[in-house]
């Protein structure tokens, strides 16, 4: 059984800068779209598939169109749902409630919002559509969920692991197992 990577990069930085964007769906900025392009200009002969949320569709579009290529949509890359917290800058959103959520966010979720495990679960099935090199334009969290589905990574390890605007996480995965993966690779 031969594996494949898949790369993940997460979107440019948008307009909706210092606010908790998980659904939202905020406008890219043109120097978020180029720090993507940049950053995947090396990640050659793979797929492209992209988080239906214009941040993250739109890097993935540039980069198609470098490529004569026309990315996927799938919306199973989008954010984690952040509910009725979503949209809001950090000082808004109630302290100690956040500070729980982050704490254990499998314990619970944001005021109607989506659960981690649901996020993990939702990837998962995302990772195991993909069958050959893949990019990935994506978001944070979708990021770390792909990392706790594929190498067992618990959550408070997960926000040990920087990843900023055009960060890129490469993955080597194996067809029929997309939970069991070895990461091979994180640029940021």
Request: include cysteine; proline fraction near 7%.
């Amino acid at each position: 059984m031969s594996s494949f990577v898949v790369h993940l990069l997460r979107h440019g930085s948008t307009e909706a800068e210092g606010r908790l964007i998980g659904r939202t769906d905020a406008a890219p900025l043109p120097e978020g779209i180029a720090a993507c392009s940049a950053r995947a200009r090396h990640v050659t002969g793979v797929d492209i598939v992209t988080s239906d949320l214009r941040r993250a569709r739109a890097a993935a579009e540039a980069i198609g169109a470098s490529r004569g290529a026309v990315p996927r949509v799938d919306a199973r890359w989008r954010e984690l749902n952040f509910g009725a917290w979503d949209g809001l800058a950090f000082d808004a959103i109630d302290g100690p409630a956040w500070a729980a959520f982050q704490a254990d966010p499998a314990g619970g979720s944001p005021p109607e919002g989506e659960r981690w495990p649901d996020l993990v679960a939702r990837v998962a099935d995302a990772l195991a559509a993909i069958d050959r090199p893949t990019l990935v334009v994506t978001h944070g969290g979708a990021m770390r969920a792909a990392l706790a589905a594929t190498c067992a990574i618990d959550f408070p390890q997960l926000w040990n692991i920087a990843l900023p605007h055009a960060a890129l996480l490469t993955l080597r995965l194996w067809p029929g197992t997309p939970r069991v993966g070895q990461m091979i690779g994180l640029v940021t």
